[in-house]
């Protein structure tokens, strides 16, 4: 059988667009002779729409889309995923599921068994959960469609719940009696850089377990903190990948499940993977917002310089503009560093000082203040001054400012609210400093953009004279080590002690994390990366005791 | 059969705190002659945790102080909820439990059924569902326990997904079965105006129909953005009420349930509800935060004065400060209203006029800004201006910004972000403006605390001259109704309309709505008293085409 495999990049909500390009990818897949083409998870409506599902217009849109598809299955079947309404009176109203299109019509619907409900998934909210299981012929062949977290059951290693068995159920274990010849499996599974193999090895698993070939399709593209980074593939009965298609980027391949093709991806790096990753988180909220132009503060720091080669990757350099807003404690260096990245990359910069409106504010407030010492207060001031020029550029000329804080800082509350946490997207959010520097080293792989001071240099928020983040941090090194076992690994603080840390120092950084909870709330959305990023993924109460 | 109803008001994940003062209650009752006293669902927590659930430690904290609550229970017994551990290899790791100890001893652990995972609740990502069913004897009555939702299975009316039966399973059927004479019910419900009536309704249709009594006790207090309002019942098996605790404070009362009372609560205006839930939700955002006092920003306006009334009730007027900041936009008599209501109160009130340091901003941005007409931009500095005086002094004495936008300005994204839109917490972020009006009025019904013209005089922002509210947006009356009819009653555009409102105005309202995701995405907490909130029960996505 030749099946199509279509990887593509849906846009939330635009019923328009993902229906057209899933029409435009059954034409080509018709006229290339296959059989089927396959789309991902909930393709016409895009991953995920979370509570516009509640919405009847919605689901309504849904509908009329999904017929539009199937008035165009003629002559080749296709499988696409869209919600579908419970006939049943009791449970929830949707289901999660996959339609099986082939003469004009939905010839099968089949709806999600296994829903996710940790991290960023939230799928209980809004689907009541599958319980009936069958395959159907097609080409001369038995086909089981499964739909991403179906084939799940089985966790590779203890999850966060400390458990290899988070379901009742095992889907494939129920169609594997029903001896299907092909398994379909329809994804939208998000890109996080330190589980990226366990995806592939619960797939391997399984075609090993049952002895079947499975057919993988993933979405692909960014959906605000989300990045779907693609890599669909065909694995043989013997687990073996015979197809793998693109990462990041969308993709359309044609497999013939009789013949083993062995068409792999080359092997990358994971600080390039995360930086492809980055790179299409913000060219897809840009296009998918509607928006062309960015902004930021570029303070010589590596976090800016960082964001700013970034941002003139997705967007190109003649819709990025800067502003260095140095102050009377910025170093001649950091200056030149910022120019000198501005001049690399060839975009436009402006330079506006700050101490005018500090100086402002300060004798303002200096009757209130009357007596008391200088200290954070004053610090914030010139967070937020910049923060104010920054965002009257983003409201004068349409640019979206970016956030450029990294995932240690935020960590530990080492930004100001209001001040440089603003922006309308945080690139670096999830990436710990230690990775800000791999990925800085990497982009000068070939020649020097970014200015090897910016590198070298130790890293200062430069708020007061001879200030170091190392005055207050502990050094990145360790810091973000205690910070992964604490945050991805979700490990208590006396095992992350038992691990060879200095006690004093774990709990202090356990403390920060907890006690800038606030801040995080107010935070712009991050990229995601890892496998536990700040935002929708992790819940932690605000008002609470943490232990 | 006595039994002990303990209305108290929990702090998450505080153990001392919340263990003190179950066992406190344990010996009052047994003092008071009780042979039962029964706490609110996951009462050993506070509720809800959220992913702290996640944590070892904290579950193993939980574990603890369990323990010495049933070491106490000699010569009395008690229902006290926790998490519990599933001990079966499958599933989620945890149970939503309910202890009933007795001689020093967990005697039963029964488990929550049915788990809500709609609007603000999120039980399922961390609980198993319970299927087995049992009842059990104690002083010579067959008891049931239900946990809050177990009783929810079918809805009053029709909920947000368009269905009365949410869940596949019935817990009272399953247990009436078992011929139990009295069901306790321990909850966790938060407050919200419009649905009031609705849970004693359940309740009261539960009752009847299996001719039961049923005891419901409730948790109070406030945990970031929802307020639980107590208000314990006890109803016997004609679903008549018999007593009921105190609304919005904690309570504690011994019922016998073979003697009626008939001690109900004085019924309430809506509006002065709403008024004790704020409160209480900036007294408990406080006092559990370990804050004591606040700063605001008083313009004249009606909704400043009405936080700054409310910050005086729930923190006393000592722990109160503001801020007048005019602009040359500033009218008199809002500078004089401003002034009249801080004597009203008797609060700390300083005066600094925000003129200089916009003229710095423009200033500085004169070259970037040249040839170019004033907008929003300059509009939003005189905002952020503003935002960053009133965070000097929150940084520099440590009172904690209250923000002051009310519902109707954050649907429609009327506010800057970064500059109005800053605080902590977010009083008035449930509360539209003609209830804001109503509130104003309740307020002022003995004498003028508020002054009359904040409340009589057309709402602005004064960031331009002569501005109105009225210049961008539909009158407030009508506003709210249509802002209502489509956040509260997830109405489609169409539905709204053909209630009689005129389309332009509907469509424009929605796209407002819709446009702003990206602004509430980075707004302070917001205490919840309605039916849909902005915040945690409202998931839209951000880069999304909204239908």
Redesign the interface.
């Known amino acids: 059988m030749k099946i199509a495999i279509a990887q593509l990049n849906y846009?939330?909500?635009?019923?328009e667009l993902n229906t057209y390009k899933i029409i435009d990818c059954i034409s080509k897949s018709k006229a290339a002779g296959a059989d089927l083409v396959v789309f991902s998870e909930l393709s016409v409506t895009?991953y995920?729409?979370?509570?516009?599902l509640?919405?009847?217009?919605?689901v309504e849109?849904s509908y009329k889309a999904i017929g539009q598809i199937a008035d165009c299955c003629t002559g080749i079947a296709a499988i696409v995923g869209g919600p579908s309404i419970n006939p049943e009176?009791?449970?929830?109203?949707l289901f999660n599921s996959a339609f099986f299109m082939y003469d004009g019509k939905i010839q099968q619907t089949v709806n999600k068994s296994l829903l996710p409900?940790?991290d960023i998934f939230?799928e209980?909210?809004h689907f009541e959960p599958n319980k009936q299981f069958s395959v159907f012929d097609f080409c001369g062949k038995k086909l089981a469609i499964t739909i991403c977290e179906d084939l799940w059951d089985e966790q590779e290693t203890q999850n966060?719940?400390?458990?290899e068995?988070?379901?009742?159920l095992s889907p494939l274990k129920e169609l594997s009696v029903l001896n299907p010849e092909l398994v379909i499996n329809l994804s939208a599974s998000p890109f996080s850089y330190n589980q990226e193999n366990s995806r592939k090895n619960i797939l391997i698993k399984n075609a090993i377990k049952y002895q079947l070939p499975i057919l993988y399709v993933n979405q692909v593209g960014?959906?605000?903190e989300l990045v779907f980074d693609g890599g669909s593939f065909f694995l043989d009965k013997n687990g073996i990948i015979q197809e793998e298609l693109n990462y990041f980027e969308e993709d359309f391949r044609i497999i013939d499940t009789e013949i083993p093709s062995g068409n792999l991806q080359p092997k990358t790096e994971t600080i390039e993977k995360i930086h492809h990753a980055l790179v299409l988180g913000i060219r897809?909220?840009f296009t998918?917002?509607g928006f062309k132009k960015a902004t930021l503060g570029l303070s010589g720091g590596i976090d800016s310089a960082l964001v700013l080669v970034l941002a003139v990757e997705a967007l190109g350099k003649e819709n990025v503009r800067v502003l260095l807003m140095p102050s009377r404690f910025s170093s001649d260096h950091s200056v030149n560093d910022a120019l000198q990245l501005a001049e690399n990359l060839g975009i436009q910069y402006?330079t506006?000082?700050?101490q005018?409106?500090v100086?402002?504010?300060e004798?303002?407030?200096s009757?209130?203040?009357a007596g008391?010492s200088s200290?954070?207060?004053e610090e914030?001031?010139q967070a937020?001054?910049r923060?104010?020029?920054l965002?009257?550029?983003s409201?004068?000329f349409g640019n979206i400012l970016l956030n450029t804080t990294n995932k240690s800082e935020c960590a530990v509350g080492y930004g100001t609210?209001?001040g440089d946490m603003?922006g309308?997207l945080s690139v670096l959010g999830d990436v710990y400093k230690t990775d800000v520097f791999k990925m800085a080293r990497w982009i000068n792989r070939d020649q020097e953009i970014i200015p090897e001071n910016s590198i070298l240099k130790p890293p200062s928020a430069e708020l007061r004279p001879d200030q170091k983040d190392t005055d207050s941090l502990p050094d990145y090194d360790m810091l973000d080590q205690i910070l992964f076992d604490y945050i991805e690994l979700?490990l208590?603080?006396?095992e992350i002690i038992a691990r060879g840390f200095d006690e004093a120092t774990v709990l202090r950084t356990v403390r920060m994390v907890n006690n800038n909870e606030?801040k995080r709330?107010?935070?712009?959305?991050i990229i995601r990366v890892s496998s536990k990023a700040f935002g929708f993924g992790?819940?932690?109460?605000?008002?609470?005791?943490?232990?």
Not at 54 to 58: A, N, V
Not at 89 to 93: A, E, L, N, S
Not at 165 to 168: A, D, F, T
């Open positions: 846009h939330i909500g635009n019923f895009g995920y729409p979370h509570d516009l509640e919405r009847k217009e919605f849109q009176p009791r449970g929830k109203k409900t940790y939230d209980y909210r966060e719940f400390g458990r068995k988070l379901y009742q960014a959906q605000t897809d909220y998918k917002m402006e506006i000082p700050i005018p409106m100086d402002s504010f004798q303002s407030l009757e209130v203040f008391l200290d954070v207060a914030n001031i937020r001054t923060g104010i020029l965002m009257a550029i409201n004068k609210l209001y603003n309308g979700n208590s603080p006396e606030y709330f107010q935070a712009p959305p992790r819940r932690i109460p605000l008002v609470a005791i943490y232990s």
